[in-house]
Nanobody, 117 residues
């Protein structure tokens, strides 16, 4: 059974930092591209950052220079370091595991991030 378990969300003031973690089980973690997505109230889910199985990372323009995605294959965990947080970063953040062939996708349950003074 595949499980993606996110942690690290919470309430933070503007300008603050949070580190999200996503622990995976039931998959060959090193073979998967791992991503973070977010969904704010009334908005569609959007890509935040992705790190491929080969370690290449891609970011949404809105988070470039502020967020960093990383992975630890030995721990089957992907991280999202979020710095200089803004109120518009408030959303539920979801972890995604993607296997390009044969096109498998798995999702975590989400963790709430709220940026507010």
């Amino acid at each position: 059974q595949v499980q993606l378990v996110e942690s690290g969300g919470g309430l933070v003031q503007p300008g603050g930092s949070l580190r999200l973690s996503c622990a995976a089980s039931g998959i060959t973690f090193s073979s998967y591209d791992m991503g973070w997505y977010r969904q704010a109230p009334g908005k569609q889910r959007e890509l935040v950052a992705v790190i491929t199985s080969g370690g290449r990372s891609t970011y949404a323009d809105s988070v470039k220079g502020r967020f960093t995605i990383s992975r630890d294959n030995a721990e089957s965990t992907v991280y999202l370091q979020m710095n200089s947080l803004k109120p518009e970063d408030t959303a539920v953040y979801y972890c995604n595991a993607h296997l390009p062939w044969p096109g498998l996708d798995y999702w975590g349950q989400g963790t709430q991030v709220t940026v507010s003074s």
